[in-house]
Structures are given as structure tokens and as C-alpha cells.
């Protein structure tokens, strides 16, 4: 006796069965539709599945080597939400939302006889620890970014207002900042800096170079040709600076000059080196916002046998933006700094750049350490950080709050309550629960359907919850490679 079994299962599972070799959109990632597309052309069979309606939006960054097509798909899923379908004609379609809200209210309270509840905190979570093969969320630099500003009688507070944020290396209220933040105050009115206690080995009058008058100047003669100056060194009072200006003359053609900044913590760092540009005028450069306590200049001489110099004047520009964050430390939390009350100005703008920490938060729901519920989430097949930040706000999004469900009897349901819509009972469909001893009303979708005796349809036992999916399902999906 021969026995043959056929099983059948989705189209969608027809991807699971191609492979993709490689691909990766960079750390900067790709709208999700063209992933969708990029992905589809790995097939190999015939029977193609071809790409719908792509409803979804945003921007993810994927790195792939070996994966199945499905396998992918299913994270980016669950990085971006909605819901992946193929219908018979092998179209792929992905939805934002399924089933219909028709404005059907259930009251938990009233109906109580037809009702059960049941609120599950198993998989309840408002601190997500999110790692990856590769990146980690501390990759991803913030800022500078507009905090919230709260202020009382003895300090002034600055929240992020980044979803979920919290700065990396928090360790206690009061403690000093970590290094990876910094405090922004914003400059209205730059003014230029004169340098002091100039200095340079071989330089006449190197005071001139930095006094305000460009009739006056440092002299450096008789640069032999393939040489160079000793360096001339001035201090600035520490400070943000992005604007240099410097007056120059040059004895024959033009050579080339240097300049360097430094600070204790990045060293010396050249913000200039070139040509200096025409004698007897003023020229003026931009760079990048620094910290500087101290300048040297350096001039060549690559063209001819021997060239002599002048430094008339060189300053810098304080920064639009200036560094505060000295006097600001930890706040209560980890995405709250505070200052003295003296040391906030309300009239300036302020902003914060700060690096993330490896872990979201949930704020809105946590007022003390008693509310605090870890978990972790390792996605070993994702390497950039903006994909790890979206997985982790999504499902944030869902577990912030405890999962509760209603199982409905309908029958006893109708006794009670005529205006009940079978209609609005189908799989899918949204229907709200009002429940006066939550004292809240929780939007709810239709996960499953039972009918008891199908000779009486009207009979059937609903399931109601609150969410579809909890973690432990996302990260086991996640975690399996199809």
C-alpha cells in the first residue's frame, strides 16, 4: 500500500526558497520599497512572485550574505510593521493595517457575564537592550538636537526629545557628563579674538602678529628654498571657534602656509594649508566648530632661494555655537542633564549632541526604578545601527504596555446588549473595549474566532487582544533564519 500525503502552504513561502548572495544598501540605508524591489530580483524561479502595492514607508539599512529572501523580508517586517501578503495572481502586497473599525463598542464591566479578561505582563517591557552582529545603537551620534527645558527654583533641566533616547554612560544624578555629550549655547553676536603671549623662535616682534592693527607685524626673514619657518605660537582664551582671518605679506611669489589648532583633548589640527593668497589683505576661512586654547603658524618656502615674511594680524571668530557643557552634569534619568539655575540663560537657544545608548526607554511609562522591565533583544543577522533603532522603537511601541485580551461569548453578549454586530466580529476587524475597572478604552483587534455548534453561527467565542504579536514572538522570528 502506497500512502501520499500533499501539504500545501502560502505563495509567500515560495520566497523562502531563494537565496540571495549578497546585498547591502550601506549604513545609510534605502527606502523600504526599493529593498522590496532590489530583494525580488534574487528570484530564480519562473513562476516569479511579482511586487503590488507597497503601502509602508521609511528608510533601513540592510546587509545580507546568504539569506533567504523570506527570511529578510520578515525583519524588515518587523522593523517596519504593516502586514506582507501574496494573493493567488503571485502579487505581493504590503499593508499598513488589516481589517475594519465599524465603530462596534464592547463594555467590559456592563457585559460581564459574556466577558472574560485577562491582562498578560509575560512579555510587558519599557527598557529594550538592542544588540547586533556588528553595530550597536552607541554607534548612532544624536545632535546637535533641541532638548526640552524644564526649569524650578534651584536647576534648570534639558530632556532629549529623540523617541525612546537615552545618553550612553548615565551613572547617577549630579555626576559629571560623560564625555560623549556636548552642551550648545547659541552665539547671537560672534566677536573676533585677539591671540596673547605670541611667541616663535627666529620671529622679530611676534606680539604684532595678534594686536589689532595690520600697520604692525611679526617678521620672519630668509626662508632658504624647500624650507620653512619656525612655527609662531598663540594663545586664545579657551572657547568655540569656527572663523579664522589672517594679513600677510610675502617677499616674491606666493609659498605656502599652515595653521594649526589645538586643544587638550583632539591635540594639534591643521585648519588651513595653501597658498596664502595676495599680500597686504584681509582673508578668511571657515572650519569646522572647535574647541581652541592655542594656534601656531608655519610658512614654506617652495619657490624661490630665499623668501622673507610677515604675519600682519591673524584672529579667530568665536563660534555661533558655544560650548557650555562644563557647567551642566547627569539629571535623574539618562536622558536628562541639569545646571544651577544660575548658569541657564532663558532668553539663548540651547542644544544637546550626545551619543545613544545601547538600550531604549520607554519614558512615558516609567516614573520611578519600580517600572523599570529589561529585556533584550539580540539580532544577530543585522549590522547597521539604523536598522537596530527602528526594530527597537517598534517594538517599544508594542510592549511599553501590558498585552490584555477579552475572550466574548456572543451569546450571552446579545442578551444584554442588542445592538452587537456580528458584522464587526470578523477575523481582523477592530473593535473598542470599554473597560471601566482599567478605567481605560483599549482599541482591539479580532485574533480568533471559535463556533462551538455551527448549526448556530450566531454562537461563537471571539478573542480580542490588544496586541497581535508579543516580544517573545518578534525576537523568535527574528532569531530564525528561513
Same mark, same amino acid.
Given at each position: 500500500?502506497?500512502? +501520499?500525503? #500533499?501539504?500545501? /502552504? %502560502?505563495?509567500?513561502?515560495? &520566497?523562502?526558497?531563494?537565496? @540571495? !548572495?549578497?546585498?547591502?544598501? *550601506?549604513?545609510?540605508?534605502?527606502?523600504?520599497?526599493?529593498?522590496?524591489?532590489?530583494?525580488?530580483?534574487?528570484?530564480?524561479?519562473?513562476?516569479?512572485?511579482?511586487?503590488?502595492?507597497?503601502?509602508?514607508?521609511?528608510?533601513?539599512?540592510?546587509?545580507?550574505?546568504?539569506?533567504?529572501?523570506?527570511?529578510?523580508?520578515?525583519?524588515?517586517?518587523?522593523?517596519?510593521?504593516?502586514?506582507?501578503?501574496?494573493?493567488?495572481?503571485?502579487?505581493?502586497?504590503?499593508?499598513?493595517?488589516?481589517?475594519?473599525?465599524?465603530?462596534?463598542?464592547?463594555?467590559?464591566?456592563?457585559?460581564?457575564?459574556?466577558?472574560?479578561?485577562?491582562?498578560?505582563?509575560?512579555?510587558?517591557? +519599557?527598557? #529594550?537592550?538592542? /544588540? %547586533?552582529?556588528?553595530?550597536? &545603537?552607541?554607534?548612532?551620534? @544624536? !545632535?546637535?538636537?533641541?532638548? *526640552?527645558?524644564?526649569?524650578?527654583?534651584?536647576?534648570?533641566?534639558?530632556?532629549?526629545?529623540?523617541?525612546?533616547?537615552?545618553?550612553?554612560?548615565?551613572?547617577?544624578?549630579?555626576?559629571?557628563?560623560?564625555?560623549?555629550?556636548?552642551?550648545?549655547?547659541?552665539?547671537?553676536?560672534?566677536?573676533?579674538?585677539?591671540?596673547?603671549?605670541?611667541?616663535?623662535?627666529?620671529?622679530?616682534?611676534?606680539?604684532?602678529?595678534?594686536?589689532?592693527?595690520?600697520?604692525?607685524?611679526?617678521?620672519?626673514?630668509?626662508?632658504?628654498?624647500?624650507?620653512?619657518?619656525?612655527?609662531?605660537?598663540?594663545?586664545?582664551?579657551?572657547?568655540?571657534?569656527?572663523?579664522?582671518?589672517?594679513?600677510?605679506? #610675502?617677499?616674491? /611669489?606666493?609659498?605656502?602656509?599652515?595653521?594649526?589648532?589645538?586643544?587638550?583633548?583632539?591635540?594639534?589640527?591643521?585648519?588651513?594649508?595653501?597658498?596664502?593668497?595676495?599680500?597686504?589683505?584681509?582673508?578668511?576661512?571657515?572650519?569646522?566648530?572647535?574647541?581652541?586654547?592655542?594656534?601656531?603658524?608655519?610658512?614654506?618656502?617652495?619657490?624661490?632661494?630665499?623668501?622673507?615674511?610677515?604675519?600682519?594680524?591673524?584672529?579667530?571668530?568665536?563660534?555661533?555655537?558655544?560650548?557650555?557643557?562644563?557647567?551642566?552634569?547627569?539629571?535623574?534619568?539618562?536622558?536628562?542633564?541639569?545646571?544651577?539655575?544660575?548658569?541657564?540663560?532663558?532668553?539663548?537657544?540651547?542644544?544637546?549632541?550626545?551619543?545613544?545608548?545601547?538600550?531604549?526607554?520607554?519614558?512615558?511609562?516609567?516614573?520611578?526604578?519600580?517600572? #523599570?522591565?529589561?529585556?533584550?533583544?539580540?539580532?544577530?543577522?543585522?549590522?547597521?545601527?539604523?536598522?537596530?533603532?527602528?526594530?527597537?522603537?517598534?517594538?517599544?511601541?508594542?510592549?511599553?504596555?501590558?498585552?490584555?485580551?477579552?475572550?466574548?461569548?456572543?451569546?450571552?453578549?446579545?442578551?444584554?446588549?442588542?445592538?452587537?454586530?456580528?458584522?464587526?466580529?470578523?477575523?481582523?476587524?477592530?473593535?473598542?473595549?470599554?473597560?471601566?475597572?482599567?478605567?481605560?478604552?483599549?482599541?482591539?483587534?479580532?485574533?480568533?474566532?471559535?463556533?462551538?455548534?455551527?448549526?448556530?453561527?450566531?454562537?461563537?467565542?471571539?478573542?480580542?487582544?490588544?496586541?497581535?504579536?508579543?516580544?517573545?514572538?518578534?525576537?523568535?522570528?527574528?532569531?530564525?533564519?528561513?
Amino acid at each position: 500500500m502506497i500512502k +501520499t500525503e #500533499l501539504y500545501s /502552504s %502560502g505563495l509567500l513561502s515560495q &520566497l523562502g526558497e531563494e537565496v @540571495i !548572495g549578497s546585498y547591502d544598501t *550601506g549604513p545609510d540605508g534605502s527606502p523600504v520599497a526599493d529593498i522590496v524591489e532590489d530583494l525580488f530580483g534574487f528570484q530564480r524561479k519562473s513562476t516569479k512572485i511579482t511586487v503590488g502595492t507597497i503601502s509602508v514607508t521609511g528608510t533601513r539599512a540592510v546587509q545580507v550574505e546568504e539569506r533567504t529572501i523570506l527570511s529578510v523580508l520578515l525583519e524588515l517586517r518587523d522593523s517596519v510593521g504593516g502586514y506582507i501578503t501574496v494573493d493567488n495572481d503571485r502579487v505581493f502586497d504590503w499593508a499598513t493595517d488589516i481589517g475594519e473599525d465599524k465603530g462596534q463598542q464592547i463594555r467590559y464591566r456592563k457585559n460581564l457575564v459574556g466577558i472574560e479578561r485577562n491582562i498578560n505582563y509575560d512579555s510587558l517591557c +519599557t527598557k #529594550l537592550h538592542v /544588540s %547586533g552582529s556588528v553595530n550597536k &545603537l552607541s554607534d548612532i551620534i @544624536i !545632535g546637535p538636537a533641541t532638548p *526640552g527645558i524644564t526649569t524650578d527654583a534651584s536647576y534648570a533641566y534639558f530632556t532629549l526629545l529623540e523617541q525612546y533616547a537615552a545618553y550612553l554612560d548615565w551613572t547617577g544624578e549630579g555626576e559629571a557628563l560623560p564625555d560623549n555629550i556636548k552642551v550648545w549655547r547659541e552665539n547671537t553676536s560672534p566677536s573676533w579674538v585677539q591671540g596673547t603671549g605670541e611667541s616663535g623662535v627666529g620671529w622679530s616682534d611676534p606680539a604684532y602678529a595678534s594686536d589689532g592693527n595690520t600697520g604692525t607685524y611679526a617678521e620672519y626673514l630668509a626662508i632658504p628654498l624647500g624650507g620653512a619657518s619656525t612655527p609662531l605660537h598663540a594663545d586664545f582664551a579657551e572657547n568655540t571657534y569656527n572663523r579664522c582671518k589672517y594679513y600677510v605679506w #610675502l617677499s616674491g /611669489s606666493t609659498g605656502r602656509m599652515k595653521i594649526q589648532t589645538y586643544n587638550a583633548v583632539d591635540g594639534w589640527t591643521t585648519i588651513f594649508e595653501g597658498s596664502p593668497g595676495a599680500d597686504n589683505t584681509w582673508h578668511e576661512f571657515g572650519f569646522t566648530n572647535r574647541t581652541i586654547t592655542e594656534i601656531k603658524v608655519i610658512f614654506y618656502n617652495d619657490v624661490s632661494l630665499s623668501k622673507d615674511i610677515t604675519l600682519n594680524e591673524i584672529q579667530l571668530q568665536q563660534s555661533d555655537l558655544v560650548d557650555v557643557t562644563a557647567d551642566w552634569v547627569q539629571g535623574a534619568w539618562e536622558n536628562i542633564i541639569r545646571a544651577d539655575i544660575g548658569d541657564y540663560d532663558e532668553a539663548e537657544t540651547y542644544t544637546i549632541e550626545y551619543t545613544h545608548a545601547n538600550y531604549l526607554m520607554a519614558w512615558d511609562k516609567i516614573t520611578d526604578g519600580d517600572d #523599570l522591565v529589561s529585556r533584550v533583544l539580540s539580532v544577530p543577522a543585522e549590522t547597521y545601527s539604523l536598522s537596530l533603532i527602528e526594530y527597537g522603537r517598534l517594538l517599544l511601541d508594542e510592549t511599553k504596555i501590558a498585552e490584555v485580551s477579552y475572550l466574548i461569548d456572543t451569546v450571552n453578549l446579545v442578551e444584554v446588549d442588542s445592538r452587537l454586530s456580528f458584522e464587526a466580529l470578523q477575523l481582523g476587524s477592530i473593535v473598542t473595549m470599554i473597560d471601566e475597572d482599567l478605567g481605560i478604552d483599549v482599541s482591539a483587534r479580532v485574533v480568533k474566532i471559535t463556533f462551538p455548534d455551527l448549526l448556530t453561527p450566531e454562537n461563537m467565542l471571539v478573542e480580542v487582544s490588544s496586541r497581535i504579536r508579543d516580544i517573545s514572538d518578534v525576537i523568535a522570528t527574528m532569531s530564525k533564519l528561513i
